[in-house]
């Protein structure tokens, strides 16, 4: 169970007496093999907020790899697990520039801090307490001074302003398909209490979007490779159904909707193999993607791409050999090859790469990318170098 900060915690961590128990914790290991004396340590130092400093110094940790120049910011344990990384976030408030905006789940604060550097006015609100307390205390270390108050997000208690929410996902009991009634608040229950007002809804990326018929827009985000989330827009400046947003920490950054053309031709497999960012795939803009780069499709159900030149600043697979799937061909094709490393990708058969893997035994000196799929209803692999183009 993740510690339950109160008031009086969040109280004493912002006191001059609480940032030098940080600031003096921050240096500990904090390992498996420390623990004890680590836990010791932060008793001798801070003996009535122990488990507050200790709990705060680890997920400043965590949070390095996912906001930025949050360092000195307060966390619980769920609210870091839920925020967006700084760029995602960053990305969505850039699309609310100079309006008033109101975040009604705003936590403690990571998304509410990019929107007030860039919104008109800025409102956040929410039940808890403690989470508001830390917002107000990350507002003030990331330099920007929001309006904070208490309250439900089912209770408007703004007018105009757009509305940004990050309902909490229940406890779905494993089920992999979501409904309107498995967020907190509802889906349905925020459109319906901001009925007529702009929306921007964050939501998990697995979200089957045909439950949330009233959005204009579904954005699918994707940081370094990795799907972040959905966010589902009602106005805003919608002018597409869908969108897929491509991040990265270096700053680049493109987007495909289904506005641009996808039109590909139907043609033999080229040169190159393409797999498509998690979000193009998500966002059901395969097609759009490959038209944009010349590409097209292996077989029009599976989300691989081929083509005779890949789209620069990505990792393709040039193919030096293919044919027919058997594990046959496969052993007879690495052994000439002498192939020893193998990554193998897999979309469109049942088939367990690990498992593939130990029954071939490649056991040569080279390396490569084995690319199994299926072309109408056969199997077909692929040899492949991967290449950072």
Not at 306 to 325: K, L, N, Q, S
């Amino acid at each position: 169970m993740p510690y339950q900060f109160t008031l009086d915690d969040v109280a004493f961590l912002r006191s001059g007496a609480g940032s030098a128990a940080l600031a003096e914790c921050s240096s500990l290991p904090l390992t498996d093999k420390t623990r004890i004396a680590d836990v010791a340590a932060v008793r001798r130092i801070a003996p009535d907020h122990a488990a507050a400093v200790l709990e705060t110094v680890v997920l400043r940790r965590k949070s390095s790899s996912k906001l930025d120049s949050a360092g000195s910011w307060l966390f619980t344990g769920d609210a870091l697990q839920q925020a967006s990384a700084t760029l995602v976030a960053r990305h969505r408030a850039a699309r609310l520039t100079g309006r008033d905006v109101h975040d009604v789940t705003c936590s403690v604060g990571a998304d509410l801090v990019e929107i007030a550097r860039v919104a008109s006015k800025a409102l956040g609100s929410d039940l808890d307490e403690v989470r508001l307390a830390m917002a107000r205390h990350n507002a003030s270390e990331a330099g920007v001074s929001p309006a904070l108050l208490r309250a439900d997000a089912l209770r408007p208690v703004s007018r105009d302003s757009v509305v940004v929410a990050d309902p909490a996902r229940r406890d779905s009991a494993g089920r992999r398909a979501w409904k309107p009634a498995d967020f907190l608040p509802p889906l349905d229950g925020l459109v319906e209490a901001y009925a007529g007002r702009e929306l921007s809804v964050k939501c998990a990326p697995g979200l089957d979007f045909s439950i949330a018929p009233w959005a204009d827009e579904v954005e699918l985000v994707s940081l370094d490779g990795q799907v972040r989330e959905a966010c589902l827009w009602r106005g805003v400046g919608s002018t597409v159904s869908r969108r897929a947003t491509v991040l990265r920490s270096d700053g680049a950054q493109w987007t495909v909707t289904d506005a641009d053309p996808d039109e590909i031709p139907a043609r033999e497999p080229g040169e190159w193999i393409v797999d498509p960012d998690g979000a193009v795939v998500r966002a059901g803009l395969v097609r759009h993607y490959a038209a944009r780069h010349g590409l097209w499709q292996l077989d029009e159900r599976i989300a691989y791409l081929t083509g005779d030149t890949p789209p620069p600043g990505i990792r393709a697979f040039r193919v030096f050999e293919h044919g027919p799937y058997s594990e046959k061909n496969l052993r007879v094709v690495l052994k000439k090859h002498d192939i020893g490393r193998l990554e193998i990708l897999v979309r469109g058969l049942d088939i367990d790469p690990d498992a593939l893997r130990r029954k071939l035994k490649p056991r040569g000196g080279e390396e490569a990318t084995l690319v199994l799929t299926r072309i109408g209803r056969s199997g077909v692999a692929f040899l492949c170098r991967a290449q950072l183009t």
